[in-house]
């Protein structure tokens, strides 16, 4: 099933997957680390063929590296960016394993969309600070329930702890430093990442329509990783807590 009405041929999709991920790591230099533990915690707590849905997937990133892991995983992607889900269907297309779905997670209906009723797994990474935080709680409470009994939850996002201000100024400088000396080497940001895909025949018209959706970012109240942990154990899940952090993200894995 695939529901996200956009082209999936004439562009190169690995390129653009490839483009995607350089822009990310520019964030991120540890990105592929997060995965890394991600998918090691998947694999300790519900085995090497897990159904998973790829939460607020973009471009399938965390799909990619659990499909390349485990060839037995299935996986659900589910997002609202048509450019975002354009490259992901079109990276992913003809694989049996991997079904896509357009869908507004704000909106309290989206989980009747999916093709399956409960997922072994749900993963998401950079993805939900643009949440503030009662729509966040409650997606945490839409998706402790598709979470099966012994099932996990894993975020990997910007979690700001707001009690340690002179660590997270000197975590910014440094951060911003290194980020603008990659700029001299050519990384591309943000805004010109999406200005390359404005310009693209088979992006231009997703890109657009993402633009009308979101407009040019959105960010949420980004809080600390306590409070995830806190609030994923009153949506549903009897555990909670960071498994990995770096001075700016935290993952954080819920079990039901």
Same mark, same amino acid.
């Given at each position: 099933?695939?529901?996200?009405?956009?082209?999936?041929?004439?562009?190169?999709?690995?390129?653009?997957?490839?483009?995607?991920?350089?822009?990310?790591?520019w964030y991120m230099p540890d990105r592929e680390e997060r995965f890394t533990i991600m998918?090691?915690?998947?694999?300790?707590?519900?085995?090497?063929?897990?159904?998973?849905?790829?939460?607020?997937?973009?471009?399938?990133?965390?799909?990619?590296? !659990?499909?390349?892991?485990f060839p037995q995983a299935v996986s659900t992607g589910v997002d609202l960016d048509p450019?975002?889900?354009?490259?992901?269907?079109?990276?992913?297309?003809?694989?049996?394993?991997?079904?896509?779905?357009?869908?507004?997670?704000?909106?309290?209906?989206?989980?009747?969309?999916?093709?399956?009723?409960?997922?072994?797994?749900?993963?998401? &990474?950079?993805?939900?600070?643009? !949440?503030?935080?009662?729509?966040?709680?409650?997606?945490?409470?839409?998706?402790?329930?598709?979470?099966?009994?012994?099932?996990?939850?894993?975020?990997?996002?910007?979690?700001?702890?707001?009690?340690?201000?002179?660590?997270?100024?000197?975590?910014?400088?440094?951060?911003?430093?290194?980020?603008?000396?990659?700029?001299?080497?050519?990384?591309?940001?943000?805004?010109?990442?999406?200005?390359?895909?404005?310009?693209?025949?088979?992006?231009?018209?997703?890109? &657009?329509?993402?633009?009308?959706?979101?407009?040019?970012?959105?960010?949420?109240?980004?809080?600390?990783?306590?409070?995830?942990?806190?609030? !994923?154990?009153?949506?549903?899940?009897?555990?909670?807590?960071?498994?990995?952090?770096?001075?700016?993200?935290?993952?954080? !894995?819920?079990?039901?």
């Open positions: 099933m695939t529901d996200a009405n956009t082209a999936t041929t004439g562009a190169d999709w690995g390129a653009w997957q490839e483009s995607w991920d350089r822009q990310q790591e998918l090691d915690v998947v694999e300790a707590l519900v085995g090497t063929a897990p159904r998973v849905l790829d939460l607020a997937c973009g471009t399938g990133s965390i799909t990619a590296r !659990l499909l390349t892991r450019a975002l889900l354009a490259i992901a269907e079109g990276t992913f297309a003809g694989d049996e394993r991997v079904t896509f779905v357009t869908a507004d997670l704000k909106d309290p209906q989206w989980p009747a969309l999916l093709p399956y009723d409960s997922y072994d797994a749900v993963l998401t &990474a950079t993805a939900l600070h643009w !949440l503030h935080s009662d729509p966040l709680a409650a997606l945490y409470g839409r998706v402790a329930e598709l979470v099966r009994a012994g099932g996990v939850f894993m975020n990997a996002d910007h979690m700001i702890d707001d009690s340690t201000p002179r660590i997270n100024a000197a975590e910014r400088a440094q951060r911003h430093a290194r980020m603008d000396r990659a700029r001299t080497a050519g990384a591309l940001d943000w805004a010109e990442w999406w200005q390359l895909a404005a310009k693209d025949p088979v992006l231009a018209g997703p890109t &657009a329509r993402r633009f009308e959706i979101y407009g040019e970012h959105a960010d949420g109240d980004t809080p600390s990783a306590a409070w995830h942990a806190r609030v !994923l154990r009153e949506q549903g899940f009897s555990e909670a807590r960071p498994v990995w952090s770096s001075p700016s993200d935290t993952l954080l !894995l819920a079990l039901k």
